[in-house]
């Protein structure tokens, strides 16, 4: 998920995680397990000033189905499903008001089940985990391939 944020003007840092659950410094083990409630996620520190949530959200779209709520592509279980999380109630109506306008365009012939949820505490996965696009690529495009034709089709 870090892809293709981390290369947009505006975006500080993008840093893989987990979020959500009920565990202390989860470990990804622990996440993967579903027992703790985490989803892996990215926290993104951006510049409201040259991106805006509402651009994040709008890309975030096109990184995961939206239809499925146990995973994502090769991605799945409970630790995988989709999640926008907001920081305001103004980040909380730009996400519901983007899934409605989503839900509504006719892209998708199933409903958008990706859940809107206040963030709450970031727990930055361990550092195997950090930049894995750019550390393991061959493996990476070949998990990605999904990801490819899911874009080609729907967007």
């Excluded at 990804?28 to 510049?47: C, D, M, P, R």
């Excluded at 000033?49 to 990184?63: A, G, H, K």
Aim: hydrophobic share 30%; glycine share 6%; charged share 25%.
């Amino acid at each position: 998920m870090v892809k293709p944020f981390d290369s947009l003007p505006g975006i500080e840092s993008v840093i893989s995680g987990y979020t959500g659950g009920v565990t202390e410094n989860p470990t990804y083990l622990e996440v993967k397990s579903g027992t703790t409630g985490h989803t892996e996620a990215v926290e993104i520190i951006f510049n409201p000033e040259l991106i805006s949530y509402r651009e994040l959200v709008e890309i975030y779209w096109q990184q995961t189905d939206p239809t499925d709520a146990f995973g994502q592509f090769e991605d799945r279980g409970s630790s995988y499903r989709p999640v926008i999380y907001y920081y305001n109630e103004q980040q909380k109506m730009e996400a519901e008001e983007s899934r409605a306008v989503l839900q509504t365009s006719g892209r998708f012939d199933q409903p958008i089940v990706t859940q809107i949820e206040p963030a709450t505490i970031f727990y930055p996965a361990e550092a195997e985990h950090q930049e894995y696009y750019q550390r393991n690529p061959e493996n990476y495009h070949r998990n990605a391939e999904r990801r490819k034709t899911f874009i080609r089709e729907f967007w």
